[in-house]
């Protein structure tokens, strides 16, 4: 087998890193973090497809994010339904012609001791989280594979997904090591397509579901003292771990979590 030759040329940053005319999918694109990435990858010259359940959300987005020089299309998509994530997809290679990077951001937070949850918000995690990213990546994939000229996809997990907590994250957390195992699973079953399987597991960060715990100063060391960086990430924080690994940068990177937790796992 002839060893794989890259120019010293290609490793500029400029080259590393070009994402210009790609084309990602971002679903819970109006959601804090989807929305960071989705502004961040346009900067970078990248072409959107929008997605989530909040329709006005996504058009303003999708309206500021052509004024950035890129194409945006908002799609309206419950992650859950396999028949609305099949059309997102279908519509989106009608539009754009392909789909380079899928960064699966559409997630449900919920915390409820188990002896409290009703099966029904379990269900309602799992399903969002478990089921949408699985979904999502399934109906990507079919598509990357038909084009056969690889991808990245970038699913969300979380730090809860590796540690346990004592706080009603029986089901967002075991939903998050879903994800995780799921994203190592799928980077195996698809590396002979060159389609790379990655995650990036967040800490806290702010958004306007954790602003209520963050900006009460007490209740707030509570998260950050288990953060050795001692801060709380913002949604931007994120964007360079995305854009490193739906770039050549990573091109031999996949069935990896990132933590992305001012180094919270390490602990
Ligand atoms: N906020 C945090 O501190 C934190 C920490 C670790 C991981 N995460 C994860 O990051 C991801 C994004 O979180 P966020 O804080 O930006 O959340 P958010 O609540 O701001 O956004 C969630 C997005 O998901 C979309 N969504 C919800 N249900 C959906 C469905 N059924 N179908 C399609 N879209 C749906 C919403 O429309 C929204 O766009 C989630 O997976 C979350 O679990 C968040």
Known sequence: MPQPHITSNELVTSKLFDLKGKVALITGAS?????????????????LVLSSVE???????????RGLGVKALPLYCDVTSESQVDGMVDEAVAGFGKIDILFTCA??????????????????????????????CKAVAKDMIK???GGSIITVGSVRGHH??????????????????????????????????????????WSDLTEPMLSDDKNAQKYLARIPLGRAAIPEDFVGAVVFLASAASSMVTAHILSVDGGVVGG
């Not at 449900?108 to 999502?136: F, I, P, Y």
């Not at 939903?175 to 397509?193: G, P």
Request: proline share 1%; aromatic share 6%; hydrophobic share 45%.
């Open 164 to 205: 346990a907590h004592r706080d009603g994250y029986t089901g967002y957390g075991t939903s998050k090591a879903a994800v995780h195992y799921l994203t190592k699973t799928l980077a195996f079953e698809w590396a002979e397509h060159n389609i790379r399987v990655n995650s990036i597991a967040p800490c806290i960060f």
């Open 147 to 149: 084009r056969g000229e």
């Open 107 to 136: 997630g449900l937070a919920h915390r409820e001791l188990l002896v409290d949850q009703s099966l029904e918000n379990w269900r309602k995690v799992m399903d969002v989280n478990v089921q949408g990213t699985l979904l999502c």
């Open 31 to 47: 959601g804090a973090l989807g929305m960071a990435v989705a502004r961040g990858l346009a900067v970078n010259g990248v072409n």
């Open 55 to 65: 329709k006005e959300a996504l058009q303003q987005l999708a309206e500021e994010i």
